[in-house]
């Protein structure tokens, strides 16, 4: 199933590499102001963006290293001729670790089992592998707890003494950098600054790395040598209490208008007729539904902009449709309805329906991976086929394709 030359597919989310570019040059700005680097993470198909095309534009934009959860991240970014420094920090322990040393991707551990699975790796290519030891200061996710972490700077300190390993950098996590004035960041701060401590006293020289985009935007006195950008590359604001920041979302979810009819007042619409026509009416059915990243939960509570305006969603989100009321209005099947962008033509935000659903927009873009909805890029100067601003269809990373659906539901 394709569409028509010009017309674009039945439910698109579109990417706005400009935007990206844009966010990560802004944020570039106020680490390189503290004279710390920055790194953009690109975790889960960067955050639902597409990993390669954000980390790319990024690099252009001004990031010198790049962010992953795990070593097939970090090697599809390889792959794809990723060439700055990739960070990849969550591991199990059977993990073959040669591949992303062979491929000179930066790996963290927080424990002996895992420095010594990752050494082991490093003799079996012959390299040395760049080590970032990962204190826990409060979080109590994947760093070492501070009763491990003398024994692991320690072995760590040992292993580059022999040639195995450069221990790269000292770095943790912040539970609660977005809350504004949460005393748990200068706890976190402290114990960072003891684990660090302790690896000077071992000997090492490391560098520091501490902030997310929350901290990168409230405490510069947080940004060390490297800040670590997530969701404020693309666009969207873990911090809005801390004021205007000019960060632009980078993603547009739309889909086409499938079909549009009159109904009579007193006609229920959709599951269970939660939502009965008040009058005669419009509806135009929006063919995105919870198995395209629309949640169930907005149903009853969400708009769409379509047709010059917004206009209400009424009755329940089913699996692959919404219907949208548009009372009198002429509304044009086929044309552009917008679930959720950048909020410059008065569309909803991807932040309103995190805060309608009672979530984060992180959730939201993240979850836009579906394999019915395909992904596009614009503007993106790194792809010559892209330029000129205009969008193509982001084929290699398996979220490329329309397929049919065939579903009735
Ligand atoms: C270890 C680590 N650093 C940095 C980030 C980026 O965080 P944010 O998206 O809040 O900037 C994340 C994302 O959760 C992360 O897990």
Not at 27 to 51: C, F, I, P, Q, W
Not at 216 to 237: E, I, K, M, S
Not at 258 to 278: I, L
């Amino acid at each position: 199933m394709t569409a028509q030359d010009g017309a674009f597919p039945r439910a698109e989310v579109v990417v706005d590499l400009a935007a990206v570019r844009h966010n990560v040059g802004l944020l570039a700005e106020r680490a390189n102001r503290s004279g710390a680097r920055t790194m953009v993470v690109v975790k889960a198909d960067g955050y639902g963006h597409g990993a390669v095309r954000v980390a790319r534009a990024a690099v252009a934009a001004g990031a010198t290293w790049i962010g992953v959860c795990h070593l097939e991240e970090a090697l599809a970014l390889r792959r794809a001729g990723v060439t700055a420094r990739v960070l990849s920090w969550l591991h199990v322990p059977d993990e073959d670790f040669a591949p992303a040393i062979a491929a000179d991707v930066d790996l963290s551990v927080s424990s002996l089992r895992a420095l010594a699975a990752v050494l082991a790796a490093a003799r079996s290519v012959g390299r040395r592998v760049r080590l970032h030891l990962k204190a826990d200061t409060g979080l109590s996710r994947n760093g070492c707890p501070p009763e491990h972490w003398p024994e692991l700077v320690a072995a760590a300190a040992a292993a580059q003494a022999a040639g195995e390993a450069e221990v790269v950098a000292v770095w943790s996590h912040l539970a609660s950098a977005d809350e504004p004035g949460d005393p748990s960041v200068d706890q976190q701060a402290r114990r960072f600054a003891a684990a660090y401590e302790t690896a000077r006293a071992a000997g090492l020289r490391p560098m520091r790395h501490l902030a997310n985009s929350a901290a990168l935007l409230t405490r510069p006195d947080l940004h060390f040598d490297l800040v670590r950008a997530g969701v404020a590359a693309y666009g969207l604001n873990p911090v809005p209490w801390a004021g205007d920041v000019d960060l632009r979302p980078a993603m547009t979810f739309r889909a086409r208008v499938a079909y549009v009819k009159r109904v009579p007042a007193g006609e229920a619409v959709s599951y269970g007729g939660t939502w009965v026509a008040p009058r005669d009416t419009t509806l135009a059915l929006v063919p995105a539904g919870y198995a395209d990243g629309v949640p169930r939960a907005l149903s009853g509570r969400m708009e769409v902009w379509l047709a010059g305006r917004r206009r209400p969603v009424v009755g329940r989100v089913c699996m692959d449709q919404v219907m949208v009321d548009c009372g009198d209005d002429v509304v044009v099947e086929g044309e552009e309805a917008v679930l959720f962008g950048p909020g410059d033509r008065g569309e909803p935000t991807a932040q309103e329906w995190a805060d309608a659903v009672g979530t984060i927009h992180y959730e939201i873009v993240t979850g836009m991976a579906r394999p019915r909805v395909v992904r596009t890029t614009k503007n993106d100067t790194a792809d010559t086929a892209d330029a000129g601003g205009r969008a193509d269809t982001d084929g290699g990373q398996g979220n490329g394709r329309l397929t049919p659906s065939g579903v009735g539901s």
